[in-house]
């Protein structure tokens, strides 16, 4: 069968991040209506989608569009996440908007991708800590990690990441950030690399209409760079990190945090400013910044990384608003953020618990004996906070 016409998201065993950048490319299929009057004389016959006519051919009455039935499987999963992962946020912060490229001098944000990944996979439920009792004797990086739902998500590296992790033994958090980065001795085990993280998560902005490839030319070589093509959605992602490392009252306020509906918001933001803080490009949002505001937002980010890279979350902080107590983990700079930071970062640490009960409390409704399942995602959250935290540009 001619297949000429037709047109899929997805090729074979692929799920490559694609937006809304063609109508072509929409998540839902059109169908030729059933209504359509009859045909005036003189006007062209109806042509099946193989005889040329493209994807129009749907929208004319003239034939079907084909479309992948995994774009509809996720159970309107996509209503509930954002327009960008984890990693496109951290890799926008560290861009050149007009050079389009990452710093030559920046060695730290391809291993922090990789452990967002694993949060990426955790957050949408894909991954969680092995459920056994004894492994509370383990340091976090040493508990195990299992698949607990291997469908697709959508976005290449993810699905990839997804597909090496069910087919593979049991890792712990810290051996498979090191693994998928390709940190090992073990020649036996280099195949476990995700290699071009960087380069491929670039060429899905560009297909999310957000950068753009350009050829430049470095004196010996030509390379691909992607400059910024839409600001917006890089000064949203700057927005959101300098609110919430800024904000001077004790409320997380809302331009902080993601647009209404996307789940585990504050979680997210959390997650954003560590992640952008362990891969050296946080400074690129707090440039603009005086320098004892920047110092203060240094130290308020020290302050979310040590509440939230230990389990559970904010061991000292209480569910209810009270004297301030923030000192779970280990901070980096002396003193950290004071008054209102410290209250804010309190704050966010109840929000993120309610946020964790809110989802146990559906997913009990809606299955059943999985109670325990969203603590056990959200602790391979806190393990990988934990590790940005030992991270030699941290210390």
């Known amino acids: ?10 090729g074979a065993g692929a799920s490559p991040a694609i937006g809304s950048a063609s109508p072509a490319f929409s998540d839902a299929p059109s169908f030729p209506s059933s209504s359509a009057g009859p045909r005036k004389p003189g006007q062209n016959a109806p042509t099946s989608s193989a005889g040329g006519s493209g994807g129009a051919g749907a929208m004319e009455g003239r034939g079907k569009i084909a479309y992948d039935p995994r774009d509809f499987e996720n159970g309107g999963e996509s209503e509930t996440m954002p327009r960008l992962t984890i990693m496109e946020e ?29 949060i990426e ?13 004894s492994r509370r004797r383990l340091a976090l990086a040493d508990r195990l990690i299992e698949v607990i739902d291997d469908r697709q998500t959508g976005e290449t590296i993810l699905d990839e990441a997804l597909k090496m992790m069910k087919s593979s033994e049991k890792y712990g958090t810290g051996a498979w950030v090191d693994l998928m980065s390709g940190e090992t001795w073990n020649v036996m085990k280099i195949g476990y690399q995700l290699k071009q993280v960087r380069e491929r998560l670039a060429k899905g902005l560009v297909d999310k209409g957000i950068l753009r490839t350009e050829k430049r030319n470095f004196l010996l070589f030509d390379m691909a760079t992607h400059p910024i093509a839409d600001m917006n959605a890089k000064d949203d992602v700057m927005r959101r990190t300098l609110t919430l490392l800024t904000a001077r009252t004790a409320a997380i306020p809302p331009q902080a945090l993601h647009k209404e509906g996307v789940k585990y918001r504050h979680m997210r933001a959390v997650v954003l400013v560590c992640a952008a803080y362990a891969s050296s490009v946080l400074e690129n949002a707090l440039q603009r910044l005086s320098y004892d505001s920047r110092e203060a937002a240094f130290a308020r980010c020290d302050d979310i990384l040590a509440e939230f890279s230990t389990w559970p979350f904010g061991v000292t902080t209480s569910n209810v608003a009270g004297p301030v107590a923030i000192g779970g ?6 003193g950290g953020s004071g008054g209102v930071g410290r209250e804010s970062v309190q704050e966010l640490v109840r929000e993120v618990r309610k946020e964790m009960a809110s989802s146990q409390v559906t997913q009990a409704g809606a299955g059943g004996g999985q109670e325990e399942q969203e603590d056990l995602c959200f602790e391979i959250v806190a393990t990988v906070l934990e590790i940005f935290g030992r991270m030699d540009s941290l210390l």
Do not use: H, Q
Request: hydrophobic letters at 40%; a positive charge.
């Open 1 to 10: 069968m001619a297949s000429e016409g037709l047109t899929r998201r997805r």
């Open 90 to 118: 951290v890799l926008l912060l560290g861009l050149k908007d007009k050079a389009g490229y990452l710093s030559f001098w920046n060695d730290n944000i391809s291993y922090a991708l990789r452990g967002c990944i694993l």
């Open 121 to 133: 996979l955790a957050l949408r439920r894909r991954i969680a800590m092995v459920k056994d009792p």
């Open 329 to 334: 983990g280990t901070r980096k700079r002396e």
